[in-house]
Nanobody
């Protein structure tokens, strides 16, 4: 399994970024996908989750109305559109999936992409 994030960078408050996660090595369309983030000195927190078919999404309260998660099951890609960015959104953003071998869950993380919101 491989998850490769891209699209991070430095943006001013109020700006936008679109993160991408390229997935491979598993049956992508079978599993929900989640974006997490981790700010310096803080724990890793879930930001947004999308169901396997893309029909259901869930968001952390702190990003509702500003972030949109989406996926393309034909390209094995998941995206996070981030609008109206705030300094408190600064963090390393990770793509995550949990798949199963039989009944045994396995967790996979990407390497992360840095998002910095600053003027």
């Amino acid at each position: 399994v491989q998850l490769v994030e891209s699209g991070g960078g430095l943006v001013q408050p109020g700006g936008s970024l679109r993160l991408s996660c390229a997935a491979s090595g598993f049956s992508f369309s079978r599993y929900p996908m989640t974006w997490y983030r981790q700010a310096p000195g803080k724990g890793r927190e879930p930001v947004a989750t999308i169901s396997n078919a893309g029909t259901r999404t869930d968001y952390a309260d702190s990003v509702k109305g500003r972030f949109t998660i989406s996926r393309d099951n034909t390209e094995n890609m998941v995206y996070l559109q981030m609008n109206s960015l705030k300094p408190e959104d600064s963090a390393v953003y990770y793509c995550y999936v949990q798949d199963y071998i039989g009944a045994t869950p396995r967790d996979y993380w990407g390497q992360g992409t840095q998002v910095t919101v600053s003027s």
